[in-house]
């Protein structure tokens, strides 16, 4: 039987700490700066090897697809990029700050007294009260360099968890969106409206109970009862419940937010996403550069555009050269009767375009089989190209298809015989969407591959 509550006693509900909850706590804060220290150093510098592979893997697959499909893996590509390099370096930062404070520590361990003012040299009064203010105790910075590191751990560790829930869920969601897209018939725009439904509820649950709450406080001030509006508050919430996981979340924002400068907290969070969903579109936009930072006055970029890139020749690509899909030829000196190029096929890019110009094929799409798939893909892929050597025009027409698995690509190949062409230097161009505008994604584009004939060089 259970004992009587004495007047003005509450039930315990088991919600109340237990009497060495304290001693506990105390016994583990001892080891989570071990803790602390061995993740970051694990993490840390793992972590800025991982955006590498990210990258390749990103590049050889986004050139497959178009569409929704692409921009799923766009920015799954963007948020772990981002997420890497952003864990990574807040994680070498609570290295240095946990490193500050461990010799902190051993300074107390070897000198209790901790800074003894009146021993410093050249030191007066009136600066001594100035550095007496400013630094304080060793105890003092011993504890704001903990206190630094704990909360900059607990919110690198809520930023990733962020990260990672806001990548994976984004992903799923646009591959389920193009997934029912391409059931309905209408991929992109099916998904657009999708993606943008989802996160239409997404805002309006976490912004009504923001309004809502206000108001109900003028309704209270005014002594107006509100159960409807309360009622729409637990429902927003409930549904915001099942889109982003709480229990896993608010613990560590809601502590951070409370006992940190809450709106300096959420404006250092927000600027850290933003940073990381960047991140991706840098890298992206640096390997396809030269160089982000240049001082090039002379050999200006339009300069090379009209004299020789290496990614329009297999032999001198690089790895840089990923994103770099141009026409290629095998190297900038021939030495043989047949000189081979390939263009490239992008669905990205000519997707739209044979949709518009290849009427033989239905809405774009080549549904043949056997030879005459191989003669629809040529003579599609021939209506969005020009080709001219020497400033005579290329046919296309003997052009074949053709997978090559080195480049990650597909496109068209042909081998233009070169017995007639006197040895020396010889221009190929090349013109995509020739009646194009010029901005946009279909704008004209241009390429000139120089290339030297020398058919000595094999004798």
């Known amino acids: 039987m259970s004992e009587a509550l004495e007047p003005g006693s509450t039930p315990d509900l088991g919600l109340t700490a237990p009497p060495d909850a304290e001693g506990r706590f105390a016994r583990l804060r001892e080891r989570t700066d071990e803790l602390e220290l061995f993740i970051s150093g694990l993490l840390a510098f793992a972590l800025l090897a991982v955006p590498g592979r990210i990258f390749d893997a990103w590049a050889t697959t986004t050139v497959h697809t178009e569409g929704v499909y692409a921009y799923a893996l766009w920015f799954g590509f963007s948020t772990s990029v981002g997420l890497c390099y952003v864990v990574a370096v ?3 930062v609570h ?11 051993g300074l107390k361990i070897h000198f209790p007294a901790g800074i003894r003012w009146d021993r410093i040299p050249f030191l007066g009064p009136v600066s001594r009260r100035f550095y007496q203010g400013r630094v304080g105790t060793l105890e003092q910075a ?7 590191a704990s909360t900059l751990f607990s919110a690198t560790l809520l930023f990733a968890l962020t990260m990672v829930l806001i990548g994976a869920g984004s992903m799923l969601l646009l591959a389920v969106a193009g997934a029912v897209g391409a059931l309905l018939g209408d991929t ?13 509820v997404f805002l309006l649950v976490n912004l009504l109970p923001v309004v809502l709450e206000k108001w109900i406080a003028r309704r209270t001030a005014r002594g107006v009862p509100s159960a409807g509006l309360e009622r729409t508050i637990t429902r927003a919430l409930r549904i915001n ?18 006992n940190r400068y809450a709106r300096n907290f959420m404006v250092a969070y927000f600027i850290a996403v933003m940073l990381a969903m960047t991140i991706g579109g840098v890298q992206a936009v640096s390997s396809m550069e030269f160089s982000l930072f240049n001082r090039y006055a002379v050999v200006t ?6 004299g020789m ?14 994103l770099l899909r141009y026409p290629m030829i095998p190297a900038d000196v021939v030495d043989g009767p047949l000189l081979r ?10 997707n739209d375009l044979a949709r518009r110009l290849c009427t033989s094929l239905p809405e774009g799409g080549n549904r043949l089989r056997g030879a005459a798939a191989e003669t629809a893909a040529v003579q599609c892929v021939a209506r969005f190209w020009r080709v001219t050597l020497d400033g005579r025009p290329v046919a296309l027409d003997g052009f074949v298809a053709m997978e090559r698995r080195d480049l990650e690509m597909r496109g068209v190949v042909g081998y233009l015989p070169l017995a007639a062409l006197p040895p020396g230097r010889h221009d190929l161009r090349l013109v995509w969407n020739p009646g194009g505008p010029e901005r946009g994604a279909a704008r004209r584009r241009s390429y000139r591959i120089p290339f030297w004939y020398a058919p000595e060089a094999s004798r």
Do not use: C, K, N
């Open 90 to 92: 807040a994680l070498i």
């Open 95 to 105: 290295l240095a700050i946990r490193g500050y404070w461990v010799g902190l520590v």
């Open 142 to 148: 011993i504890a704001q360099a903990d206190r630094a």
């Open 188 to 200: 992109d725009r099916i998904a657009v409206i999708i993606v943008a439904g989802f996160f239409s």
């Open 241 to 258: 419940q099942w889109l982003m996981p709480m229990r896993l979340l608010l613990p560590v924002q809601l502590t951070l937010q409370s």
């Open 301 to 306: 970029e339009a300069a090379v555009d009209e």
């Open 309 to 322: 890139l290496s990614a329009h020749y297999e032999s001198l690509r690089a790895e840089r050269d990923q």
């Open 341 to 350: 190029l390939f263009i490239p096929h992008q669905p990205q890019r000519d």
